[in-house]
Structures are given as C-alpha cells and as structure tokens.
C-alpha cells in the first residue's frame, strides 16, 4: 500500500545544516512527484511536537550531521512509533562516533588507518605522530573541520581555534585517490572516485558546484572495484545499517593490488543534493532519483 503523508525533516541545529536544507527540499519534490502528500519540517528542539500535531505515516529523515543522524532523532521517532528512513538509533549513533565505528570496523577484519584518540587539551605545538596526519572531530561529518597537517613547521591545530567537542581522531594521513561506495538494501549501488578541483575533499568540495569531479563508474582495476564495493556491504552490516548508507575510502595506488584499500568512514544519512554520491550511482545503474527515495520510504521502519 503507498504511503499517503511524508514528513521530510530538514535543516536541523547541526554544522550541517544548509546541506540538509538542499537534500531535504530536494526529497521533498521528488516524493511529490511520486504522489505523495508531503510536509516539510525544519527540525528543531519541537520537533516531537511537530511531528505529533501532523502525525505522518513514514518520516524522511534528511537531517545530517549531530541532532540528525547520531541517533537523537531516531530515538524521538521510536518513542513516537514512527517508521523513518535511513538506519536506526544504535547504528547512527556508533556510525557518528568515529573511533567506536573504526572499532567496529577493525573487529570486522576491515582496513583501517592508523590512528590515536585524544582530548583537544593534549594537542598543543608537539606533533601527536609522524607527519602526514589528519585531525578530525570525533562526532561531525561532511568533512566538517577536518584538517590535515603535513609538514612538521606546522604546529597540529594551525591558527584555528577548535569548536567540534573535546574528542579529536588523529589519524595517519592516506595519499592517493578518494573513493566512494553506496550501498542500498545491502548491496552496493556503483563505486565513484572523486577528484577535488584542489586541497582535499573538504566540506566546500563537497557542497560547490564545480569543486570535485565524480567519475562513475571510478577508472580502477576490476578486483579493486569489487574488494571497495565488499568493503562498503561489510561495514554497512558491522554496524547495522539499514536502508541507503555510503562507505568513504581513500586508495593509495603505489600499493600493490588491493592493499592500498582503506575504509575512513560510513555515512549513515548520505548526501540527497543534485551534487550527491549516492544518487549519481543509482542513476548509473538506472534507478532515477524519483524511484530512489519512493524506494527508500518504503522501506522505512521503526526500531520500537
């Protein structure tokens, strides 16, 4: 039975917040054009008020980043007893919080960079390991914040005065190519390299309109392709994702085979915007963007 009334949640408290505007007004238009009725609904802290006083039959969440895809809001939805698309509350949040999900993907025998967990407090001018390395935000995505340090005349925070929580993942730095894999139901959709205009494939790359080239399907040897896409299904199900997920992986090609192969991270709430991964690589294996998210409220589900 089709689904009558969609709320698509949107904008959100998060650094993420225009993007989720883009991907949830886009969602939004694609489900009207697929005769749904839809309500558009800018997430904030009345959220389980808004969402009681309309009472939709499924939720689209296209919230990113904290507040929307670490489990807060899925916790809200499962009170409410309200299927919502995407994974549920325990996987968005292990998904979100980068050293317990690269734990999990080292327990699942997968490819991890080297890395050390620290308090923002112990990062002063001492370098916390050998240059090349990247600093992340434990709990952020999009590449909010992130900065790579690659020479030992810089001092490791730069002149930036860090606002993304006490927690930071000081991982070694992987050189070569940016990769990435959609996986929906399971199953992995295509494989896309992504080559940034210039610097690296930071929030901006990822968000303007002529910051990065997407090649789909990537130009990389076959066995390559299908080690990615098996690297991509594993940590989907190591961390109990549903629905439509995204596994980032960078490739250092001067390795032989498929070694240079290292999974950074799964987004658990991938990118829905005309510039996104994920529905590029369904529209390359002829799943148009209407079908995609009509696919996606219909497999929606509630972990209550």
Known sequence: MTTQHVAVLMGGMSAEREVSLTSGRACAEALRGEGYRVTEIDAGADLGAKLAEIRPDVVFNALHGRFGEDGCVQGVMNLMRLPYTH?????????????????????????VAEDRVMHIDEIGREHPMAVPYVLKPAQEGSSVGVRIVRDESETPLGNRSWTHGPVVLVERYIPGRELTVGVMDGRALGLTEIRPVQNFYDYEAKYTDGRAVHLVPAPVPEDLAVRAKEIAEAAHRALGCRGVSRADLRWDDTKPGTEGLILLEVNTQPGMTPLSLVPEQAAAVGIAFGPLVRWMVEHAACDA
């Open 87 to 111: 994974s549920g509350l325990l996987a968005s949040a292990i998904a979100m919080d980068k050293p317990v999900a690269k734990r999990l993907y080292a327990a699942a025998g997968l490819p």
